[in-house]
């Protein structure tokens, strides 16, 4: 047989299979039907909740559908990862994922200056101080002079801390896992991968753009990295 019939017949054969798996045409799209061919033992491919309404087209000629999906489905999931944590979190005298995010890092490094360490949480200062200062008051953090630099203090967490964190860290285990979903663990590697290198782009503009007008960001980013 013909190798290009082949590849027609089987192309043929994936899309009759991906028709018969899709509740109603209006839900089939080229990206579910490449998504179903990448994966054809996943019982979850194509099973999305639809979120777009009968005005969609009208919306996608202006461009962007993809990157508008990927940046509200980047807001759900956030929203998601907060509604896990807070569960894992009750209990605990870490009220917030802010907070504990805040105690994570610190429990890495022996100590940070409150411009590092709230940077690294990607916060302004205004928010940053005052969840620094709740945990000061919690008596999770020590804050103390630095050496090299006596205007700036430094932050290390307390071992009042150090209990506090260990003491939830299954429970938040337990969110990780569920935040990762149904992901096999290639898409996991994949998905990782992903999000560094995004939060690699969107890190650089935060510390470095973070005044500048949005214009000026997508004009000089889309030069600098062609995009």
Do not use: C, W
């Not at 018969?20 to 979850?44: K, L, W």
């Not at 260990?166 to 992901?183: A, H, P």
């Not at 650089?204 to 004009?219: G, Y």
């Amino acid at each position: 047989m013909n190798s290009r019939y082949e590849i027609l017949k089987r192309l043929m054969d994936s899309f009759s299979d991906y028709d018969n798996s899709v509740a109603s045409p209006e839900q089939m799209t080229f990206e579910g039907f490449i998504e179903f061919v990448s994966h054809p033992n996943d019982p979850s491919v194509g099973i999305n909740r639809k979120l777009n309404g009968k005005n969609e087209p009208d919306l996608q000629k202006r461009g962007g559908a993809k990157e508008t999906s990927i940046a509200i489905l980047v807001t759900y999931l956030y929203r998601y990862a907060k509604l896990y944590t807070k569960k894992a979190l009750h209990g605990s005298e870490i009220e917030s994922p802010d907070e504990f995010s805040f105690l994570i890092i610190l429990l890495t490094h022996d100590s940070l200056s409150k411009t590092e360490l709230i940077n690294k949480n990607v916060h302004e200062k205004t928010t940053g101080m005052e969840i620094i200062k709740r945990l000061l008051r919690m008596g999770l953090i020590t804050q103390f002079d630095d050496d090299i630099d006596k205007r700036s203090q430094r932050i290390a967490i307390t071992d009042h801390g150090r209990r506090t964190i260990f003491s939830v860290l299954d429970k938040m285990e337990v969110v990780s896992k569920l935040v990762s979903g149904n992901l096999s663990e290639l898409e996991k590697h994949t998905l990782k991968q992903l999000l560094e290198k995004l939060d690699h782009f969107h890190h650089d503009i935060f510390i470095n753009d973070r005044q500048t007008d949005l214009a000026e960001i997508i004009a000089s980013r889309m030069k600098k990295d062609d995009l």
